[in-house]
């Protein structure tokens, strides 16, 4: 590439940080478009000076339609702004905007959706419930820490290797997401059998014929003797097939638990744990 | 227990935080999050976790919407729910609380896609505005939709902590036989979380680590960090050997291809 530059590194990790902004101006119309140009308006403004019919141009041209992960967008503004400083006009770097922001919702949200948040959120909601009472601050930092990181990551890569970089990026992160879910499996799985809580109610008692005494039996009792946790794995798997295998909303499927619970509750087959 | 005036509005700012969170995506509308601000304003910060936790593990798969789908607002149970089980006294558990804010979350739920709608004329005022080149009104246009998300946040919170007397008084309408049932539902609430959140993630080749999940946490009592630890031992282990199979099928020596993966995973 020739001549002078007119972004420094500042520029560009100004721009990064800015991803924050993405959602700043979401709608049913164009859902993140709004955003988007806001988080490029500095970088344009510098670009572009005292010209200000362009940067109202550039500015409208990013308003149209855009959708993706904010933790991976730097990536993107990143490659937009190199190419906008070396000279391409909006056609060519729209052609990349728009052909990187499927992948990388896809790839942003299976990571920090399915796998950074429901391992941070069940690790320290876990740690709440056994009072240690920070766990809340915990959670935000660890969360952020690690979204924070991602975006600045990205935003570097995106400014250093420029457009050949996508392929390898998603193959790395393909790995990683699979070792994350797999964490994220094992930690949901213990935490289905600690954290829902199914108990029977039900004893009985008793007088074995020539016995003296009474003996009391405990449903539970003998349930947590052929496997601990039994009525808590079963449910979650009912849920789990209904939601798999028969497409059931969440509202179908809140509404069927909260009568099962006060129908068993009512009939006092079930109790408070 | 009574809920003043500026406890109210403290509240409605902690809502109002929150909830402009969720669009910068620094999550803080989280139920954990919500209830332990809550917690914090009305002192009581021990039944604030038990909430916040509870309907943490809930709502957990409820966050999961494709691009631009909203899922149920954790503002129910993490500030009504909380306010509910807090005012209370301790007659409405953790988990009644959360069955009881349900209806909240939905609301709020809808409330949002009307919000996103409102929202929807935005983009053509902002054109207008970079056509008379008025960078000032774009720039408070493009930022519309997070202060309305503020306010609407704040009014929630507000409202919600400010009738929380009248609240509390339908809550007593409701007869005991209803609130244990309620109670044992929210227990069985996670569930479905947890099922949510294991239909987008679980492969058939992850069944192993479900399992090892369910053993350490129901025979060994494993606490969760423990569990994670285990969890990581064996993907690491996976991930380490993965590689070995196909190299095995060539050559017998299997150093070059554990020092392949481990360039790959660096």
Redo the contacts between chains.
């Keep these: 590439m020739t001549g002078s530059k007119v972004f420094t590194k500042k520029d560009y990790l100004i721009t990064t940080l800015r991803a924050y902004f993405l959602q700043n101006g979401f709608n049913y119309s164009n859902y993140q478009g709004l955003g988007y140009s806001l988080v490029m308006y500095p970088a344009f403004k510098k670009l572009y000076g005292n010209d200000k019919a362009k940067l109202a141009k550039s500015l409208e041209e990013n308003t149209e339609f855009y959708n993706t992960n904010p933790n991976f967008l730097p990536f993107i503004t990143s490659i937009h702004m190199a190419m906008a400083d070396g000279g391409a006009d909006y056609q060519e770097a729209r052609g990349i905007k728009m052909a990187l922001m499927g992948p990388l919702a896809g790839i942003g949200d299976s990571l920090s959706q399915f796998c950074i948040a429901p391992l941070f959120s069940s690790i320290f909601a876990s740690l709440a419930m056994s009072g240690v009472t920070l766990a809340p601050i915990f959670f935000l930092l660890a969360e952020n820490i690690t979204l924070l990181a991602i975006k600045l990551g990205v935003g570097a890569y995106g400014h250093k290797l420029g457009t050949s970089m996508i392929d390898k990026l998603s193959s790395q992160m393909a790995v990683i997401s699979d070792t994350a879910a797999m964490i994220g499996i094992t930690v949901i799985a213990g935490l289905a059998a600690t954290f829902v809580k199914m108990k029977v109610g039900i004893t009985y008692t008793v007088t074995a014929k020539g016995a003296t005494g009474k003996s009391v039996i405990d449903i539970q009792q003998m349930l947590d003797k052929i496997a601990p946790a039994l009525l808590p794995v079963l449910y979650t798997l009912l849920m789990y097939y209904l939601i798999k295998k028969r497409h059931w909303t969440t509202y179908k499927l809140v509404i069927l638990t909260v009568i099962v619970g006060i129908v068993l509750s009512a009939l006092k087959i079930l109790t408070t744990a | 227990m009574h809920i003043s005036l500026i406890q109210a509005i403290l509240i409605g700012l902690w809502t109002a935080f929150c909830y402009a969170g969720m669009?910068?995506?620094?999550?803080?509308n989280?139920a954990?999050?919500l209830?332990?601000g809550v917690g914090v304003i009305l002192g009581d910060?021990?039944t604030a976790?038990?909430c916040?936790?509870?309907a943490?593990?809930a709502f957990?798969?409820?966050?999961?919407g494709?691009?631009?789908t909203v899922?149920?607002n954790p503002i129910g149970p993490g500030i009504i729910g909380t306010l509910l089980a807090i005012t209370s006294a301790g007659k409405i558990?953790a988990?009644s609380a959360l069955?009881l804010s349900?209806p909240f979350a939905?609301a709020i739920q809808f409330l949002q896609t009307f919000v996103?709608?409102l929202?929807?004329?935005?983009?053509?005022s902002?054109?207008k505005a970079?056509?008379a080149?008025n960078?000032t009104k774009?720039?408070l246009?493009?930022?519309?939709?997070?202060c309305l998300f503020a306010i609407v946040g704040f009014f929630l919170g507000f409202l919600g902590a400010y009738s929380m007397s009248t609240l509390q008084t339908l809550v007593k309408m409701i007869p005991q036989?209803?609130l244990?049932?309620?109670?044992?539902?929210?227990?069985?609430?996670?569930?479905?979380g947890?099922?949510?959140?294991?239909?987008?993630?679980?492969?058939k080749e992850?069944i192993p680590?479900?399992?090892?999940?369910?053993a350490?946490?129901?025979?060994f009592t494993?606490?969760?960090?423990g569990?994670?630890i285990?969890?990581?031992i064996?993907?690491?282990l996976?991930?380490f050997f993965s590689g070995k199979k196909d190299a095995n099928a060539t050559t017998s020596s299997a150093n070059t291809s554990t020092e392949e993966s481990r360039d790959?995973?660096i």
């Design positions: 669009l910068w995506g620094i999550y803080t989280r954990l999050v209830s332990f910060i021990p976790l038990a916040g936790a509870v943490e593990l957990m798969g409820f966050g999961v494709a691009g631009g899922p149920p558990t988990a069955a349900i939905v996103y709608t929202c929807a004329g935005f983009p053509e902002a054109k970079l056509k080149q960078f774009y720039r246009i493009s930022n519309a939709t997070v036989w209803l244990t049932g309620l109670s044992v539902a929210g227990g069985m609430l996670p569930a479905i947890f099922a949510m959140i294991m239909s987008v993630m679980l492969k992850f680590f479900a399992l090892l999940g369910y350490l946490a129901a025979y494993t606490p969760v960090i569990i994670a285990f969890g990581t064996v993907a690491l996976v991930f790959d995973w």
